[in-house]
């Protein structure tokens, strides 16, 4: 069995969050929120997924703070994201960011996530009511095959 750890993220809805703790309720393995994860040594796992929502089109700082803090002890890595507006860019920027720094890359989930950020917060937001079952059950399938590969 793969040993993987989930560091993370989730300020603005807790949308990322729900995605984790659905797939914790499924599957086998370790979840940190970043402050958590701040005096872990991440060597021991065979991946460490980095999951937040997405703040002006990135990852939470502080996840990429993590992430180049433990990168030394981190040998493969995989996303997972929600965002306002669903785009799937994020992932294939971050597996080019990733292999750029020499790490193997698994893949990357994303979903939309309720988005009340600025603007959005006077028409009550938009993505509303996500991640919903559908976005729930991807991430179940992604999940399964990051164990299995
Ligand atoms: C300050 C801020 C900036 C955001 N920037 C983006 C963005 O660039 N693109 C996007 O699609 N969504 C953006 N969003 C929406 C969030 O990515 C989305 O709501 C996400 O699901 C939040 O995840 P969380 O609840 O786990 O923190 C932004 C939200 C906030 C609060």
Not at 90 to 116: I, N, Q, V
């Amino acid at each position: 069995m793969k040993k993987i750890a989930v560091v993370y993220q989730s300020v603005h809805h807790s949308n990322t969050k729900k995605v984790l703790e659905h797939l914790r309720e499924k599957f086998e393995f370790d979840l940190f929120d970043v402050k958590q994860a701040e005096n872990v040594n991440f060597s021991a796992y065979d991946e460490v997924g980095l999951a937040s929502g997405i703040y002006f089109g990135k990852l939470h700082s502080k996840v990429l703070e993590f992430f180049e803090k433990h990168l030394d002890e981190i040998k493969k890595v995989f996303v997972i994201y929600t965002c306002g507006d669903g785009r799937k860019k994020h992932g294939k920027k971050y597996e080019k960011f990733f292999r750029k720094r020499g790490l193997d890359f698994s893949g990357a989930f994303h979903c939309k996530g309720y988005d009340t950020f600025g603007p959005f917060k006077i028409i009550g937001g938009i993505a509303k009511k996500h991640p919903d079952e559908k976005d729930l059950a991807n991430a179940c399938v992604f999940f399964e095959n990051i164990l299995k590969n």
